[in-house]
C-alpha cells in the first residue's frame, strides 16, 4: 500500500523560501515518475517539478527554473521540493505525486495525461499526497 504523506506548506513573504518534504511509504517502484504538482481553484493541476524514481533526472516548468529544486532522499524515501525567491504567483496548494508513466516534460505534462486519460485524470491515475497550502503575498 503506498501512501504520500506531505509536510513543510505555509504562509511566507515574498522573495522568501519554504521546504516541502513528502515521505514515500511503501513505494518501491522502479520506474515510476515522481514529482510536485500545484493547483489553484478553477485552473488545471500543473506539473512544478519532476523526477526520475531514483531521482536522478529532474526538470522543472519554467516558472520555478532556477528557484525551485527537487530532490529524493533513496534513504528515507523521500521527495523534497526546495523553494527559493518565492512569488505571489507561487501561491497555491502542492501536492506530490508518483505517476505509473514516463516523465515528461513539466509544461506539457497535464496535457499529456489529460489527452490519454480525460478531465481531472489525476483522480484516478497514481499516487497523490493529500496537498499542502503554499501563500505567498
Known amino acids: 500500500h503506498v501512501q504520500l504523506v506531505e509536510s513543510g506548506g505555509g504562509s511566507v513573504q515574498d522573495g522568501g523560501s519554504l521546504t516541502l518534504s513528502c515521505e514515500l511509504k511503501?513505494?518501491?517502484?522502479?520506474?515510476?515518475?515522481l514529482g510536485w504538482w500545484r493547483q489553484v481553484p478553477g485552473k488545471e493541476r500543473e506539473a512544478v517539478a519532476v523526477?526520475?524514481?531514483?531521482?536522478?533526472?529532474?526538470s522543472y516548468a519554467g516558472s520555478v527554473q532556477g528557484r525551485f529544486t527537487i530532490s529524493k532522499n533513496n534513504d528515507n524515501n523521500t521527495l523534497t521540493l526546495q523553494m527559493n525567491s518565492l512569488k505571489v504567483e507561487d501561491t497555491a496548494m502542492y501536492y506530490c505525486?508518483?505517476?505509473?508513466?514516463?516523465?515528461?516534460?513539466?509544461?506539457?505534462?497535464?496535457?499529456?495525461?489529460?489527452?490519454?486519460?480525460?478531465?481531472?485524470?489525476?483522480?484516478?491515475?497514481?499516487?497523490w499526497g493529500q496537498g499542502t497550502q503554499v501563500t505567498v503575498s
Open positions: 505525486a508518483a505517476l505509473g508513466t514516463v516523465c515528461f516534460e513539466p509544461h506539457e505534462f497535464a496535457s499529456r495525461m489529460r489527452r490519454m486519460y480525460g478531465d481531472n485524470w489525476y483522480r484516478r491515475f497514481g499516487y
Open positions: 511503501g513505494y518501491t517502484y522502479s520506474s515510476y515518475c
Open positions: 523526477c526520475s524514481s531514483d531521482g536522478t533526472t529532474t
